[in-house]
């Protein structure tokens, strides 16, 4: 018996339905698992995140207890990385610590974001006087040192966390929308945007669906930089007087709090060191790998 062959068309041939586009988790986790370097500084950075939740189970010290009997003391069973000047545990602040860094780290780096992602992208779209305007206003910005113009923020409206948001803001906005801006400008001529605009969506809309959701990646390996950066700021700030106020546990108020004595025990300057450089490392692969798996030039982009 011959077997007739079922003509095309019929319903024993249909087509399979085209497979669901990837979600943006599934992307993320292809492009970590495929990067090597944003595998192992998102790791680190995970690793200092849990640390600073779970420190109040970590150790049973109190950070900011003065104990002038246990002053100045070396490693020991005790305290595993000694004492300060003050007899206060020296890894208790250390773990306490990373709240301080990491929390008021990522709020100052989210709202330069926000910020300098809607700037940047109006930016783009706009184009015309805004454009230029807003280009020799971020020149005349960005002209200013940025520790000079945080110093002045700092002097003039006093320290505290939403403080030193606000001078991180008035420092790092300028450069992130230069970046974004450089990024949105591929996107603002595509043809969804064209077509955006021929439905007669107004010029909101058009940044809040159709340009954001399409420079992601450059967003995601900005925020990834730039908080590097951020940590590094803070610190310094602490470090200078200008950031936390004592008794508070930052790592770069314990280290000018014990430099005059870190031949006596040194611990007590280089353990914040190691924490606060291990935290920027972690920062600094993660954003070179999602850079490299994604394609994001960041010189190209205007950074």
């Known amino acids: 018996m011959t077997?007739?062959?079922?003509?095309?068309?019929?319903?024993?041939?249909?087509?399979?339905?085209?497979?669901?586009?990837?979600?943006?988790?599934?992307?993320?986790?292809?492009?970590?698992?495929?990067?090597?370097?944003?595998?192992?500084?998102?790791?680190?950075?995970?690793?200092?995140?849990?640390?600073?939740?779970?420190?109040?189970?970590?150790?049973?010290?109190?950070?900011?207890?003065?104990?002038?009997?246990?002053?100045?003391l070396g490693p020991s069973w005790s305290h595993w990385a000694g004492t300060d000047q003050y007899g206060r545990d020296v890894l208790a602040r250390v773990l306490y610590g990373g709240r301080y860094a990491i929390g008021v780290s990522v709020a100052a780096t989210l709202i330069t974001l926000l910020i300098g992602t809607v700037v940047g992208c109006a930016a783009a779209l706009r184009g015309g006087w805004f454009d230029d305007v807003l280009g020799r206003v971020l020149d005349a910005v960005l002209s200013i040192p940025s520790v000079l113009a945080l110093l002045v923020v700092v002097t003039a409206l006093g320290t505290g966390p939403s403080v030193i948001v606000l001078a991180i803001a008035v420092v790092y906005v300028p450069q992130v929308v230069r970046v974004v801006r450089g990024a949105a400008l591929a996107v603002a001529p595509a043809d969804y945007v064209t077509a955006a605009r021929a439905r007669g969506e107004?010029?909101?809309?058009?940044?809040?669906?159709?340009?954001?959701?399409?420079?992601?990646?450059?967003?995601?390996?900005?925020?990834?930089?730039r908080a590097s950066w951020v940590v590094l700021l803070i610190s310094s700030l602490s470090f200078l007087g200008f950031g936390a106020d004592p008794p508070t546990p930052d790592w770069g108020l314990m280290v000018a709090e014990n430099r005059t004595a870190i031949t006596v025990v040194p611990m007590a300057s280089l353990a914040p060191i190691i924490a606060l450089a291990t935290l920027v490392v972690g920062l600094n692969l993660a954003a070179d790998g999602l850079s490299k798996a994604w394609g994001v030039d960041r010189i190209r982009e205007g950074s």
């Open 3 to 72: 077997t007739l062959d079922t003509p095309p068309g019929t319903p024993g041939d249909a087509p399979e339905a085209p497979a669901a586009p990837p979600s943006a988790t599934a992307r993320a986790w292809r492009t970590v698992r495929s990067s090597r370097a944003a595998a192992v500084g998102l790791a680190i950075v995970a690793v200092h995140v849990l640390i600073a939740l779970l420190a109040p189970l970590l150790t049973t010290y109190d950070p900011i207890a003065n104990n002038a009997d246990q002053a100045l």
């Open 202 to 225: 107004g010029t909101w809309a058009i940044l809040r669906r159709e340009i954001p959701p399409n420079i992601t990646d450059v967003v995601c390996v900005e925020f990834a930089m």
